[in-house]
């Protein structure tokens, strides 16, 4: 037997056996409730190479979607592209009236380092509330698609969500993506006026808007725990 551990085994009714590894790197095996510890022991010995590499991958991809440090030289995203932090004395920023100031870099006044997390929150929201919300009223009039209201959250797990009411929200973390893929979870939301669920009808209508989309819906799958701060 390998040294690979199992961590958690649930049987149920289902008549196949499948192992998942989740996203903090543990391994679940489901199982029919006649499959025996010996038969699952075989198949991990069989699958120990794909387990070991989707465990590696998991745990490289959960340290990078760790809070960003507020130290001088920390990348941080907006609109796809990367951008350093520049720790400043306060008497450089004075006169722009802003502890955060954006110009080819992030300029962070020392004097609020204790801020920065919200600082930095305060500032992609007001980013994300301009530009966001340009390309749904953008998109919204091109199409002939009406919403009721527009909002920035600060979601963790969902880019964008539209209610039975039409209310659009999207999560400020959003714009730290490209600009297509922004477009892409707009024009999704939007179609969700029309379709309130994700059947061939509503992924017709999101292609007919955006023909490529799936570009930007598999960038945002892969590179999506990237974008954090």
């Known amino acids: ?75 941080f995203l907006y609109l796809g592209n990367t951008y350093h932090l520049c720790l400043v004395n306060e008497n450089t920023l004075s006169r722009f009236g802003e502890p955060v100031l954006f110009d080819e870099k992030f300029h962070l006044s020392r004097t609020y380092l204790p801020e920065a997390k919200r600082l930095f929150n305060d500032w992609y929201r007001k ?29 963790q797990k969902r880019w964008g969500s539209c209610s039975a009411k039409n209310n659009l929200h999207f999560s400020l973390r959003l714009i730290m993506a490209p600009l297509n893929v922004i477009d892409y979870v707009v024009i999704h939301e939007l179609a969700h006026t029309k379709e309130k669920n994700h059947s061939k009808r509503f992924w017709n209508k999101v292609r007919t808007m955006l023909p490529d989309y799936q570009e930007s819906k598999k960038w945002l799958r892969k590179n999506g725990h990237l974008l954090v701060f």
Request: charged share 30%; proline share 1%.
């Open 1 to 75: 037997m390998t040294n690979i551990k199992i961590d958690q085994i649930i049987r149920s009714k289902r008549k196949t056996l499948s192992l998942e590894i989740t996203t903090d790197a543990r391994l679940i095996v489901r199982a029919p409730r006649i499959t025996s510890l010996s038969f699952i022991e075989k198949l991990i010995l069989k699958k120990q190479l794909w387990i070991q590499d989707k465990q590696k991958l998991v745990k490289e991809k959960y340290a990078q979607s760790q809070s960003k440090r507020f130290v001088h030289g920390e990348k």
């Open 127 to 155: 980013q994300a509330y301009q530009k966001i919300k340009e390309r749904v009223d953008w998109y919204s009039k091109l199409f002939g698609l009406k919403y009721n209201k527009f909002g920035i959250t600060n979601a």
